[in-house]
Every structure is written in structure tokens, then in C-alpha cells.
């Protein structure tokens, strides 16, 4: 992949509601996350949805959000995914994505 264009990186937080806990949702997040380069944390939340923070190059970040929005993992049920504090960054904060308890 090489070094990342860092006037193409960005971070944003998610949360993605519905049927997604239970179905290693923040695992499939953790492992598409990693193989596309893109750093952050994914947990499961007390209100039974599922939180995160993305960065990484925008195609990445963009193709996580889809996935995020309308696939997941087999066998949720995505209601709907929102997103926040969506921005440009200079350079990433994390060093891997990690899944958060």
C-alpha cells in the first residue's frame, strides 16, 4: 500500500444501529479495517449498538462507511449507520484498529 497521500486522509466516528451485536460484527470491522489500512477502534455499546472511529485514506474510509451502512457482518440487520466528526487529517492518531471493551 505504501505511504499514505496525507492530503487524502480522514477520520470519522460511527454508529451503526440495529440487529449488529452478537454477529462479530466489531470483529469483521476490526479485520476489513486492518487489511484496508485504515487505524481507529470499534466497540460494542452499552445501548446495543455498535460505536467507532475511522481514519485512514478517503477511498478506504468511504468503502467502510458503504460497508458500515448496508452489509456488516452475516447475520445483522443494519437499521442505519450515523456518522460524526467527519475531517481532513495531516496524520493518524492510531497506530492499528483496535476492537475496544
Known sequence: MGIPD??????VEFEV???VQ???????TRDLCKKAGITGWVKNSK???IVGKMQGP??????????????????CQIEKC????????NRLDYKTFDIRF
Open 6 to 11: 496525507i492530503r487524502h486522509l480522514i477520520s
Open 17 to 19: 444501529f440495529g440487529h
Open 22 to 28: 452478537g454477529c462479530y460484527f466489531t470483529k469483521y
Open 47 to 49: 445501548q446495543g449498538t
Open 58 to 75: 478517503k477511498e478506504e474510509v468511504d468503502k467502510m462507511i458503504d460497508w458500515l451502512s448496508t452489509k456488516g457482518s452475516p447475520g
Open 82 to 89: 450515523d456518522l460524526r466528526n467527519m475531517g481532513t487529517l
